[in-house]
């Protein structure tokens, strides 16, 4: 299947920096590319979905602001935190479809952000 | 109501057990389903996927949904302790269309 590169796969910060995850597809081009974020032994929540060349779409109540999404490349997406504060400490996972068939979606590893 | 049900679990069964997975979901314009395996601190990894109703066995994996009743099962024959994870149901109605997941399930499988 197709292959999501995540980038870092954890990560600790402190109260007020801000952190940035890459998410990339190996060997294929993703226009579409998705953001989750899952709390411990809770299901996943659909953030935003990244579109390549134009702005993130975000599920109501994500703040915008906060969750930066660029698609600069039909490769690469990328998901800032702006000024984590320790509620953002979750497990943050990118997905794209299969180019073959979009029709099966395909995750990163994930990454953990830690907010001291 | 949630567009996917899913009991959370935990589930605990002796290796070489039938395991039962279920999800229900709302909504009847659903057409693929899939079941995905979350490691812990690890991105979902897609197990099994089906359109529409009916069966699909991959391995000891069987893959099983009940459109008229809304019912969506994952069934894993000779369990095995590595087969311990989160297994995560998902539906949406259309290709591209957005997922629905439940809440997934803990599952242990004890040597």
């Known amino acids: 299947g197709a292959v999501v590169s995540q980038h870092p796969s954890r990560v600790i910060c402190k109260s007020g920096t801000s952190v940035k995850i890459e998410c990339r597809s190996l060997?294929?081009?993703?226009?579409?590319m998705f953001w989750y974020r899952q709390f411990p032994k809770k299901s996943l929540m659909l953030m935003a979905t990244?579109?390549?060349?134009?702005?993130?779409?975000?599920e109501q109540g994500v703040e915008k602001d906060k969750f930066l999404i660029n698609h600069a490349s039909l490769t690469l997406s990328t998901l800032t935190v702006t000024s984590a504060h320790p509620e953002d400490s979750s497990f943050y996972i990118c997905?794209?479809?299969?180019?073959?068939?979009?029709?099966?979606?395909?995750f990163g590893s994930g990454t953990q952000l830690s907010v001291l | 109501q949630k567009e996917v049900e899913q009991d959370p679990g935990p589930l605990s069964v002796p290796e070489g057990a039938i395991v039962s997975l279920n999800c229900t979901y709302s909504n009847s314009a659903f057409q693929y389903f899939m079941w995905y395996r979350q490691y812990s601190r690890k991105g979902p990894e897609l197990l099994m996927y089906t359109y529409s109703s009916g069966n699909k066995e991959d391995g000891r994996f069987t893959a099983q949904v009940d459109k008229s009743s809304k019912y969506i099962s994952l069934f894993i024959r000779d369990s095995q302790p590595s087969d311990s994870a989160t297994y995560l149901c998902?539906?949406?109605?259309?290709?591209?269309?957005?997922?629905?997941f439940g809440r997934g399930t803990q599952l242990t499988v004890w040597p």
């Open positions: 060997d294929f081009q993703a226009t579409t």
């Open positions: 990244s579109n390549e060349g134009s702005k993130a779409t975000y």
């Open positions: 997905s794209a479809w299969d180019p073959a068939t979009n029709e099966k979606l395909f």
């Open positions: 998902a539906t949406r109605g259309s290709t591209l269309g957005r997922l629905y």
